[in-house]
């Protein structure tokens, strides 16, 4: 299954003059920084997004937002379609790697950012810094030159983006803070749950839903995904599907026609389409038609399942919400009606005196 990218630009980034216009082989590209709080960074540096001057859409749109004439919006992006520019600029105030869109056609605006959900299977969970009897309440105790973290060795995850090579590393960065009389520790933007999770995660497979991609360098090479706070990844849970059905004995038609009547049957149950679900899933009956593996085909109705799950739990939320303000909307509708009446009370009394007032 292609992860689809989706991303939101920086607005007001002060050094867009001075990377734009950039030309490489006679070839002429709108720069842009991708918003480096709720979407994409590269660490220590700006992740830049390199647009073709194709008189397309998006580069139309992006020619603008330079231009300060375009508002902010969200788009996507299979992660096929990207390329990564290594280096792109080196001075201070602007360095940073980027992405070239190769194709501004697949360049689609949506509503809002999701989550995109990994699957990795950890080879290995590693405790850095944790250890030690004294911890300094930061990330990193300098002394030691050490970071406080669990770093998950995992099977390569391929990104999809052309350039990178497949994660092999995710680090949960942690913030400590240590009182100074009990020695109680406590981490300031790791859940405890997820901390015990994480600890015993070596030989599981795992399932991460990342709102904010950090990605650093090892060996020169961008192969870890970074995360240092709560609000960059929604949740991490152990992969279970023991209770999907055996198809080991089943050809490939037969269990991808399974798939499809399971998969469309949750839709009408649901009263959900298609389009309901988060982009990555629009195409869903051709991803499943591509699949030549069971174990993939498994994997992937396992995610599909958790979608349309997650969708119906947060539509039961929000008509909940709707609820509660239809419920309240009758007591304002009398307290509005009450003092109309009010109102119209006090003009007929303001009236009635004046006239009283002219006779006399």
Known sequence: MTIVFEFSLLEGFPHLEKVNPYEENGKKFHVLCLDNIDCFRFENGFAYLLIPDDN????????????????????????????????????????????????????????????????????????????????????????????????????????????????TRITFFLSINQDPITGERSLMNFREKHEKLVSEAAGKELTLEVKKWMLSKQNEYYNTLEFREDNDFNRIEERKIDNYPNNNNLDLSQIQSNF???????????????????????????????????????????????????????????????????????????????????VLGLVGVFWYLKKTAKES
């Open 56 to 167: 397309s859409d998006f580069a139309n749109y992006s020619k603008k937002f330079i231009n300060d004439k375009e508002t902010k919006k969200c788009f996507s992006i299979p992660a096929n379609c990207l390329k990564l520019k290594l280096d792109l600029f080196k001075k201070a105030s602007v360095a940073g790697s980027g992405l070239v869109v190769k194709d501004t056609s697949q360049v689609k605006e949506i509503r809002e950012l999701s989550t995109k959900k990994l699957t990795f299977k950890v080879v290995k969970s590693i405790k850095s810094g944790l250890d030690r009897e004294t911890l300094v309440p930061n990330y990193t105790d300098v002394k030691a030159g050490e970071p406080y973290a669990y770093i998950l060795e995992i099977e390569p995850l391929n990104l999809g983006i052309e350039g990178i090579l497949p994660i």
């Open 260 to 342: 499809r009547q399971t998969i469309t049957k949750l839709l009408t149950d649901n009263n959900l389409e298609t389009s309901d679900l988060s982009t990555e899933f629009h195409n869903w009956e051709t991803d499943l038609n591509k699949l030549d593996d069971k174990e993939k085909i498994k994997e992937f109705q396992w995610e599909l399942e958790k979608e349309i799950k997650t969708f119906k739990s947060n539509k039961g939320k929000k008509k909940e919400v709707k609820n509660e303000n239809k419920n309240l909307s009758l007591p304002v509708k009398l307290l509005i009606g009450g003092g109309v009446v009010v």
